[in-house]
């Protein structure tokens, strides 16, 4: 899969980035959500692994900013809208809501278990591997 990991925290970045890497997938890694809506802009991914809170553009906005890019660019009827998955260590009722408010479509609780994350992105792409 092509696979967008958006983390201000360089060690999650490069860590996810990497154990993904090695299941097989292309990454591509942007550091704020402004650099993932660009990233977004250039090229498609399959799934979008946002964390929610950073500087320059937090991750609820880029979410719905990414939905409205794929909603003005009438994705052709064989592709399917990216799959967004918020990363984030408040993981209350209210912030989840507004992850699934905004467009996304699963939520991760930092700090990150990897056997969480693969089992969420076989939950939605179960030949992910």
């Known amino acids: 899969m092509n696979i967008l990991v958006v983390d201000d925290t360089s060690i999650n970045l490069q860590l996810v980035a990497r154990l993904l890497e090695r299941r097989g997938h292309t990454v591509i890694k942007a ?3 402004a650099e993932a809506v660009n990233q977004f802009q250039n090229q498609r991914f399959d799934l979008i692994l946002m964390d929610l809170q950073m500087p320059v553009l937090d991750g609820i906005t880029a979410c719905k900013e990414i939905r ?3 909603q003005v660019n009438s994705m052709p009827s064989k592709s399917k809208p990216a799959c967004i998955i918020a990363m984030s260590a408040n993981d209350d009722a209210e912030d989840k809501e507004a992850c699934f408010q905004a467009g996304m479509n ?3 609780s930092k700090p990150l278990d990897m056997s969480s994350v693969f089992s969420t992105i076989e939950s939605f792409f179960p030949a992910s591997g």
Request: glycine share 22%; no cysteine; proline share 0%.
């Open 68 to 70: 409205e890019l794929e």
């Open 106 to 108: 699963g939520f991760l």
């Open 31 to 33: 550091e704020n959500g």
